[in-house]
């Protein structure tokens, strides 16, 4: 068979004639008669070539009468017409598929994902070519990307180790794997910080010294476990205030806090209680800005409760966690990758990335919580912004930043 398109007819466009033709085409391919439903979208194609589904329709019948270069062509002239028309792309990546190019057509699928709305909106045919083009586009990833792992990381020495993360997750965000990490903070947004959702421990020396005092802050927090006095529900918004995804935690103390600070206010009965702790966190660049930080605490979880995904306030400080009581079952994620707790084992994390954590256990979970300054600030920098903080403070009549 040509693998031509047929253009028998010239002169004017005929939208409605075009449209009746593609009916009887319809109809032509119910009855099993592909040839002739064809030939009559070749003539409704010259009447009206403007028109993308009918191409697209021209293209199933060649298909379907075996002619795949037809069908081809096609589709290169509806998507001519209409460059994002899901159909037409996924089609393409389908015949792409039969002629065994595998690399190509991964990436034909790939780009018809794009365009593919929900699965629920899918007939089942076609719901079940997307799963399979998703399939086939997930395996070309991921051979992809073990290939750059074999050809650049593994002779990336002497990268360092903050490097070597930079470039996985290049790799994971230009192929796709997952999306790009976005900072969001609600109040305060600094720019030139990078977006990192867990940070190399080689960018805080302080963090072996933190992890060696974790007996010495587990006693500690025993002690205060057992009297159950200084702990307040860690989410407290007044009446009025849109609580969205807090409503189950406020004034809960299904989550709870031991705070040692809060908004830059010092809890001195909670300090002199935990000493050792108190030594521990000395260690820590914490930020000082009065009514705004630092921040520490004993974060405690109660069984089956899960922290909503949310955002913190501000991107000029990172928050370190140091587990102290992890049963299993608990998770933590910041943006697209998810860490499980290990008691000892301390991390930073960048807040103002979408983050949540959940205890799924019957067992109590408890953090050491603290905030540090972000280490691409400069000395100077750290203060001046925390002077327009507080300047932003006095100028709008706020004396304190805890929740109103």
């Known amino acids: 068979m040509t693998s031509t398109i047929a253009n028998s007819h010239t002169g ?12 009887q085409a319809s109809l032509a391919m119910q009855a099993g008669r592909a040839t002739e439903a064809r030939q009559l979208l070749q003539r409704a194609t010259a009447l009206d070539p403007g028109k993308a589904p009918l191409w697209l329709h021209l293209a199933a019948t060649s298909r379907a009468t075996a002619d795949y270069a ?8 509806a998507l001519k017409i209409e460059p994002r028309y899901f159909a037409a792309l996924l089609m393409k990546a389908t015949l792409i598929e039969r002629e065994g190019k595998q690399k190509e057509a991964a990436q034909a699928y790939g780009i018809a994902l794009t365009q593919a709305p929900p699965d629920d909106q899918l007939d089942p045919t076609t719901r079940g070519v997307v799963q399979r083009g998703r399939a086939l586009n997930r395996r070309y990833l991921d051979t992809l990307r073990t290939h750059l792992d074999h050809t650049v990381l593994a002779n990336a020495s002497p990268a360092t180790a903050a490097e070597s993360l ?7 965000t ?10 969001n903070p609600s109040d305060y947004f600094y720019p030139g910080l990078p977006p990192i959702e867990f940070w190399p421990r080689e960018a805080f020396p302080w963090l072996a010294a933190l992890e060696a005092a974790t007996p010495t802050i587990q006693s500690e927090l025993a002690a205060t476990l057992g009297g159950q006095q200084g702990f307040t529900p860690y989410v407290e918004y007044k009446d009025g205030i ?5 409503a189950a935690l406020n004034h809960s103390l299904d989550w709870s806090a031991f705070h040692f600070f809060h908004y830059g206010q010092r809890f001195a009965e909670n300090c002199a209680r935990c000493p050792q702790t108190m030594q521990a966190l000395s260690l820590l660049p914490q930020p000082v800005v009065e009514g705004r930080m630092p921040a520490a605490m004993f974060s405690v979880l109660k069984p089956h409760t899960r922290i909503p995904p949310h955002t913190g306030v501000a991107n000029v400080r990172l928050v370190m966690h ?36 959940w205890n799924d256990s019957d067992q109590t ?3 050491l919580i603290a905030d540090v300054w972000h280490p691409h600030l400069s ?17 709008n009549g706020v004396t304190t930043a805890l929740p109103l």
Request: overall charge negative.
């Open 166 to 172: 930079r470039l996985k997750q290049f790799f994971d």
């Open 70 to 77: 037809a069908a081809m062509q096609a589709l290169e002239q």
């Open 174 to 183: 230009t192929l796709g794997l997952r999306p790009r990490a976005q900072q």
């Open 322 to 357: 140091l587990p102290l009581i992890v049963p299993p079952g608990c998770g933590f994620r910041v943006g697209n990758v998810t860490r499980e707790w290990k008691v000892g084992e301390a991390f930073v994390f960048d807040d103002t990335i979408e983050h949540e954590a």
């Open 379 to 395: 000395a100077r920098e750290r203060e001046l912004i925390g002077q327009a903080m507080i300047e932003m403070d006095a100028f």
């Open 242 to 246: 849109p609580l969205d995804q807090w």
């Open 12 to 23: 004017a466009s005929d939208p409605a004639s075009a449209a009746a033709l593609s009916k």
């Open 365 to 367: 979970r408890v953090v």
